[in-house]
């Protein structure tokens, strides 16, 4: 038995979106021991340079391997999109981010090869789904849109609501007029307005949710690497860890209302000193 | 000539809304050098814990010092409410903040004795506009609202649209229920929602702008110290010096909105050295 595979997989976010991305590891990979890191002292990412998205980043990066994680996932879009490709090249452990599990879904999906893709400002500008896309098939369009008012409409938790609807469907129009058939939900917070954003795109369009697709992705490659956890193994330290660098309270709440289990000890912890 | 009141006023904010208090300061205190610094890098403070944004404020403090700055006004309601306590017993520096002179302009107004605040949601937990208000007259019912969607709102430029206005309508109904006659505007972004505002509310109830009031306050307290700037002394380093945390042009480009001046350079500093 092999000890290092039963270490934890390491997951960041920005702050408390990155629980839905936990929410498909623990559903899809339900042996894995899960180190969760919330960066709640400086969220959003969304709006920030590609400069201090990647500093935070690397200071997340760095406690996470104090946790002896044997990879990591960032479950940020924003942070996937400015950083990863920065990280990867720095540490030499396996490290997924959210995007390209989300491009690859999204290019398997349409059929008429016009793709949509809802973000934060500084996913959409870093053009990195567009990129990913191109690189596979340059045939297909990917039209892009920053939708900044979706993250605070679902943390007031006006997530069936007519004024998000209205949002919704001011954001979208431009994509749907592009008659775009796949639309890639790319931050950790859209999953949870799904069944708006189905009201509002119709049918015909499908709804690719990256977080499903990276703890898919991540199954793949815990295998390739020959890295997945014997469920037998001894649960030291818990099964599910989460930190966030600031007051704990906003993440267990969160947390109590998308997690299928109950978050009993989240400790906070000064960031800023890694 | 005092060398020492030629110095500038260090005006500091979560982010890019404390430009409405320099506004203010710009108009009613020509003759005043002043240096901003927004926490673009860590915007915002609305929803993070005490120990947190006094941690962030004590770090931007420091830098205005090494600014030589002859007082300071934190133009930011939720670092006013929760950090300006505790750290105007760190420093020896004049310091204002945007809290009290809104409270008293507040208590001046009200006719029935029933005043409404509308604030992010640090400021209305923290209690203090209430704490402020009874002190002074324990008569007065002061309502708190937490209107954590208008910063975002603000930002997407949204500030006269229909959709605003119904978030206005359901966060005001509350308070208009309680037949308020005085409404604190209690965040620096909300004077931007004005005439949305008025229409919500009508014409009974009295707008009160915390940043207008701090203008003036700051001014009493420069005259009462003996601190006024001298305008025929010589501008070193120019009148009005900007700071960001993070990528300064979401900063000038708001600032371009709002500001009476053009704002052509503005510096970025690591604030986490401070």
């Known amino acids: ?3 290092y595979n039963n270490a934890p997989i390491g997951v960041f976010d920005s702050g408390v979106g990155g629980l839905t991305v936990v929410r498909e590891i623990m559903r899809n990979l339900p042996e894995e021991r899960i180190v969760y890191f919330g960066d709640t002292a400086r969220v959003p990412y969304g709006s920030k340079s590609r ?4 500093r935070y980043s690397r200071q997340i990066v760095r ?3 104090t946790q002896n994680v044997k990879a990591i996932v960032i479950a940020c879009n924003t942070a996937s999109a400015l950083a990863l490709e920065t990280i990867e090249q ?5 490290i997924l981010g959210v995007v390209k599990p989300g491009a690859e879904m999204a290019l398997q999906t349409t059929r008429n090869k016009k793709i949509g893709v809802i973000a934060t400002e500084g996913t959409i500008h870093s053009g990195l789904y567009q990129r990913l896309i191109a690189q596979k098939d340059p045939e297909v369009s990917v039209f892009g849109q920053a939708c900044p008012l979706f993250v605070s409409l679902v943390e007031e938790g006006w997530t069936k609501d007519p004024v998000t ?3 919704a469907r001011r954001y979208l129009k431009g ?3 592009k008659d775009i058939d796949t639309l890639i939900m790319g931050c950790t917070h859209y999953p949870l307005l799904r069944s708006l954003l189905r009201q509002v795109v119709g049918e015909k369009v499908t709804l ?3 977080a499903y697709e990276t703890a898919q992705a991540l199954k793949r490659m815990l295998a390739e690497l020959g890295l997945e956890r ?3 193994a001894e649960l030291q330290g818990g099964k599910y860890c989460f930190y966030a660098s600031d007051a704990v309270d906003h993440l267990n709440e969160f947390a109590r209302r998308i997690l299928p289990f109950e978050i009993s000890e989240t400790r906070q912890i000064p960031i800023e000193e890694y």
Chains 1, 2 share one sequence.
């Open 175 to 177: 994509l749907l007029e």
């Open 230 to 232: 014997d469920p037998a």
């Open 1 to 3: 038995m092999n000890i």
């Open 90 to 94: 720095e540490i030499d452990l396996p």
């Open 208 to 210: 690719v949710n990256p």
């Open 51 to 54: 400069e201090t998205v990647t």
């Open 165 to 167: 609807e209205e949002v």
């Open 63 to 65: 406690f996470l391997q």
